[in-house]
């Protein structure tokens, strides 16, 4: 699974419910990355944290928040405050240089 | 704010042959990283091959291979012997070498290149 992993793979939600995408690493990697891609797109950066309780904005932050309360895990809520979250979340990790390892992505649909 | 350009939507090569994808970007930093990630129907990114701005040789992973022109600020890739395996969605995607906040940012991507296998 290149050492990390995100769950479920595909999700469901209603209009005005948040949600929770789940993912975990098992690298001891201290960097961890949201990023979101639309039909067509490339990825867009929506969280990413360093260390333990600190995380930044990305490009596309509104409606959405995370939280880093453990080194290996890494959650994103999406918030019935997000506009348009029809879309495939992908996180990724890495060690304090520069490469990014991606894990396999969770397809998430509003109903 | 760095810009990636990827002006090729599609490619299609023969199988066996080699084929280029291009890749241009936008930026004020001397210092940076670039990287072309794969993504095949599965939709998991896959490293492709990575490259740092400050090193003249161009990088080389058994049959991909880029052509790195900093001044033009372009970064190719080059594809050898091309098989079906090879048929994905690929990204060109830039990283600041610099650290903000105590870390470092994200990366930042291009829309893609389907490179489509012909048998």
């Known amino acids: 699974d290149g050492g990390i992993t995100q769950s479920p793979k595909y999700l469901f939600r209603k209009e005005g419910q948040n949600v929770t995408l789940s993912c975990e690493q098992n690298?001891?990697?201290?960097?961890m990355y949201w990023y979101r891609q639309d039909p067509g797109q490339g990825l867009r950066l929506i969280y990413y944290?360093?260390?333990?309780?600190?995380?930044q904005k990305g490009d596309i932050a509104e409606g959405y928040s995370v939280s880093r309360e453990k080194k290996e895990s890494f959650p994103l809520t999406v918030t019935s405050a997000q506009k348009n979250p029809t879309a495939f979340y992908l996180c990724?990790?890495?060690?304090?240089?520069?490469?990014?390892?991606f894990g396999p992505g969770t397809r998430l649909t509003v109903l | 704010a760095q810009t990636v350009t990827q002006s090729q939507p599609e490619m299609s090569v023969q199988e066996a042959e080699t084929v280029t994808l291009s890749c241009t970007y936008d930026?004020?930093?001397?210092?940076?990283?670039l990287f072309w990630y794969k993504q095949p129907p599965s939709r998991q990114m896959i490293l492709v091959i990575r490259?740092?701005?400050?090193?003249?040789q161009n990088a080389t992973e058994n049959r991909f291979s880029v052509n790195f022109q900093k001044a033009a600020k372009s970064f190719s890739l080059k594809i050898s012997d091309s098989q079906l395996g090879d048929a994905a969605m690929y990204f060109c995607?830039?990283?600041?070498?610099?650290?903000?906040?105590?870390?470092?940012?994200?990366?930042?991507f291009g829309k893609g290149t389907h490179l489509i296998i012909q048998p």
């Open positions: 490259q740092e701005a400050y090193k003249q």
């Open positions: 690298l001891n990697h201290d960097a």
């Open positions: 930026t004020s930093e001397s210092d940076y990283y």
């Open positions: 944290s360093q260390i333990v309780n600190d995380f």
């Open positions: 990724a990790r890495s060690t304090r240089s520069d490469t990014q390892y």
């Open positions: 995607a830039y990283r600041s070498a610099l650290e903000t906040g105590g870390g470092a940012d994200g990366l930042t």
